[in-house]
């Protein structure tokens, strides 16, 4: 499902959300501003965004890191199996 954003653009829309509220700086909600005003978006759909782009970089980290860590288990039984 789509629907018009600010300035025309359409952008998706998810069947359930939530509404969250947050606290930010004076000088962060500035900034918002401005980049949702270059983009045509609104301040919602900005951060919106900003959330999305840093859970997804969290989840590779953590992927990496359990990547990581199950490699290290199996290096540890082959070196204790290998004594």
């Given at each position: 499902?789509?629907?018009?954003?600010?300035?025309?653009?359409?952008?998706?829309?998810?069947?359930?959300?939530?509404?969250?509220?947050?606290?930010?700086?004076?000088?962060?909600?500035?900034k918002i501003e401005m980049?949702?005003?270059?983009?045509?978006?609104?301040?919602?759909?900005?951060?919106?965004?900003?959330?999305?782009?840093?859970?997804?970089?969290?989840?590779?980290?953590?992927?990496?890191?359990?990547?990581?860590?199950?490699?290290?288990?199996?290096?540890?039984?082959?070196?204790?199996?290998?004594?």
């Amino acid at each position: 499902m789509y629907s018009n954003s600010k300035g025309g653009v359409s952008v998706p829309i998810g069947k359930n959300k939530v509404r969250l509220q947050v606290v930010a700086s004076e000088e962060m909600a500035k900034k918002i501003e401005m980049y949702s005003g270059k983009m045509g978006i609104s301040r919602s759909s900005l951060c919106s965004q900003f959330i999305g782009q840093a859970i997804m970089g969290y989840d590779k980290a953590y992927d990496m890191l359990d990547k990581m860590a199950e490699n290290l288990g199996k290096d540890n039984a082959a070196t204790v199996q290998g004594k």
